[in-house]
């Protein structure tokens, strides 16, 4: 009993010494702390740490004020004006950290620097390991998400933090007015001004330390809520009537994390030339994310689902290190009406599609696969199946009317420039067997080799030029047959977007599948439309315009001319030299272009024995005589055109 006695006894002077001490010493052991903390940060990112103000209040709250994150330019990445920190008795004793409740003031972030990619700089020995383990370094989102959860059981108040996005081009910030925290529910109010916009939504939401899991709604009161930092970061406003997301880890260690993301969203409104030149308006949206990380891949899978209004797909990707980077992806969607396509399309967009009413169902299936370190290996194989389509009826725009007398109206830079008139009482319009059959087949040779077999699209243009845009990290080559290139000049704007080119596909494949229109009268329209210089417009005036010919009287030498400043019309005069003959280069190009021709048997191997150097000394004898300059440094930048 004595013995009981004296340990109880020894071990509460333990303690109460302890306690002495930690009170007598615990802001030394906090500003050391604090110290090898802020040590850390700047050695491993190059930031610098400060504070006016840190020591206890009481035994465990502790006091912060004027607390400030700098870069290594001095930036200001974050400032916190005044915080409390109430911290758990037992875990500090052994020197542990667990926060019970925490308050914020006065705080600010900056996004923009906080995002900039020198900001924060890992150390070098951690890349160079980093990269000769090629594996990924799960740890940081592991520490993330962990210490999220952790701080799900602590009681929180923020007033007034405020996150910025300001550079020269936008003035974005978001201000957390109140943020309230308590028993593992939260609400908060934002308020948000966009230059000279102004708005605010709530947020409410739960969270669960046991389950790893969190809920968040958001919503306006009485208007749409834009996203912040949305435009800023993507080039794309997002504005919403109110959403939904819930994220739960299933699996959370550190080299293996199953993160589960589900989000919706109702009444979303999308603006950004990016994706489309007019407002995008989605009635209802919802994506599914299950994600799978481990250090030597990072995958989607195929439980992952998106859709948009009626339309549903499901899809599966993976980025995979383990001899030499992979990136796969396939989608998928159900078995789907036609109709439930066209009616979920986004209103204000898709304008010749909308209205139209179509029979029959459709699945369609994309997998592709590429080492994104070496993009000629990129594989595409899509997939549609189709079943019973038909069209009841047209809506704003009626294909079959290509067939018939039209006007066409030719814009470029969003300007009308004339309208040419596709009719035989035009006598500017040429027949196409009115055509110089080397005018015929040289543009297909060069813009469309497989132009009459398709339908409408060339996989193996898609893919070059997908690897091009790979290689270039940017859109550098579209990849158009034809009948796209038709399609855009006759209904479309020339400008590069998502829904163009969605809606350009769309109606590629509508006129392709329905036999809307042959593809001799394609051509024959496409020939006597395009641009082919400075106001030049259909072959008949570019016949004229460079050789004053008819369409019917056009060599080899001048068809292969003509078919290779299709691309570029309005800088023919920077292919010439000083004595007014072709570059040497496009001697090549022709070459090229020829004995393609000779294999597909569209010239005889005596025309194609024609085209040797002379072909440089090719006569302009038009009014295209008037324009050749000479500029070396544009002209010695033109590239040659790779032909399928």
């Not at 009161?221 to 970061?233: D, G, K, N, W, Y």
């Not at 040419?420 to 040429?430: C, K, L, M, Q």
Request: hydrophobic share 40%; charged share 20%.
């Amino acid at each position: 009993m004595q013995r009981r006695q004296r340990v109880t006894a020894i071990i509460t002077a333990t303690i109460g010494l302890i306690l002495v001490l930690y009170g007598l010493f615990r802001n030394r052991m906090l500003s050391y702390v604090f110290e090898q903390k802020t040590e850390r940060l700047t050695t491993a990112y190059n930031l610098q740490v400060a504070a006016d103000r840190l020591k206890f209040r009481g035994i465990r709250t502790l006091d912060i004020s004027n607390l400030v994150v700098l870069n290594s330019h001095a930036d200001t990445l974050a400032q916190v004006g005044a915080a409390r920190i109430k911290l758990g008795l037992l875990h500090l004793l052994v020197l542990k950290v667990n926060p019970l409740a925490i308050e914020l003031k006065d705080s600010w972030f900056n996004l923009n620097t906080l995002l900039e990619r020198n900001s924060i700089q890992n150390k070098e020995a951690i890349t160079a390991e980093a990269n000769k383990q090629e594996k990924f370094n799960l740890l940081p989102i592991y520490k993330v998400i962990k210490g999220t959860f952790g701080l799900s059981t602590a009681k929180i108040n923020i007033d007034n933090l405020t996150i910025s996005y300001i550079d020269s081009l936008h003035y974005e910030t978001a201000t957390v007015t109140s943020w309230n925290y308590k028993n593992s529910r939260f609400s908060a109010s934002v308020a948000t001004q966009h230059g000279d916009r102004r708005g605010s939504f709530e947020l409410a939401g739960e969270s669960s330390k046991s389950r790893n899991s969190f809920r968040v709604w958001v919503y306006g009161r009485s208007f749409q809520v834009e996203i912040p930092f949305i435009e800023a970061l993507t080039g794309v406003g997002v504005y919403l009537d109110s959403a939904k997301l819930d994220f739960r880890a299933g699996e959370l260690h550190g080299n293996l994390m199953a993160l589960n993301i589900e989000t919706m969203a109702k009444n979303i409104s999308m603006e950004g030339s990016r994706i489309a030149p007019y407002p995008m308006n989605i009635d209802s949206a919802s994506l599914k994310l299950d994600i799978k990380l481990k250090p030597s891949e990072i995958c989607l899978d195929s439980t992952s689902t998106l859709s948009l209004n009626r339309l549903s797909t499901s899809f599966k990707s993976c980025y995979t290190l383990d001899k030499s980077p992979t990136l796969t992806l396939k989608f998928k969607t159900a078995t789907t009406r036609w109709q439930d396509l066209v009616e979920s399309l986004p209103s204000g967009l898709f304008t010749h599609i909308a209205g139209m009413k179509l029979r029959g169902t459709f699945s369609y299936t994309l997998k592709a696969r590429v080492n994104p370190e070496s993009p000629d290996s990129l594989v595409i194989e899509p997939l549609l199946s189709s079943s019973g389509f038909g069209i009841s009826s047209f809506g704003q725009t009626n294909f079959y009317a290509l067939n018939d007398t039209f006007t066409h109206r030719v814009y470029k830079d969003g300007r009308w420039i004339r309208n040419i008139r596709v009719s035989s009482d035009n006598p500017e319009f040429t027949p196409l067997n009115h055509i110089s059959p080397f005018l015929k087949w040289a543009i297909i040779t060069s813009e469309d080799g497989n132009f009459y077999t398709h339908g409408g699209f060339d996989l193996d243009g898609i893919r070059y030029a997908l690897a091009c845009n790979i290689r270039e990290r940017r859109f550098a080559r579209g990849g158009s047959t034809i009948t796209q290139q038709l399609i855009k000049n006759l209904y479309l704007n020339q400008e590069k977007n998502i829904a163009r080119k969605a809606e350009e596909m769309l109606m590629v494949w509508i006129i392709e599948n329905t036999a809307a229109v042959s593809k001799d009268r394609m051509l024959e329209i496409y020939l006597n439309i395009i641009e082919w210089g400075p106001d030049v417009y259909g072959i008949a005036e570019a016949a004229s315009y460079y050789f004053n010919k008819k369409p019917n009287e056009l060599t080899l030498q001048e068809s292969l001319f003509l078919a290779y400043i299709v691309p570029r019309p309005t800088k023919f005069k920077y292919l010439f030299d000083d004595q007014d003959r072709l570059k040497p280069f496009l001697y090549q190009n022709f070459t090229d272009v020829a004995s393609k021709m000779l294999m597909r048997g569209y010239i005889t191997e005596n025309d194609f024995q024609a085209i040797d150097s002379t072909a440089l000394q090719l006569p302009l004898h038009g009014r295209a005589l008037e324009l050749i300059a000479v500029e070396p440094d544009l002209a010695d930048s033109a590239q040659l055109v790779e032909v399928e």
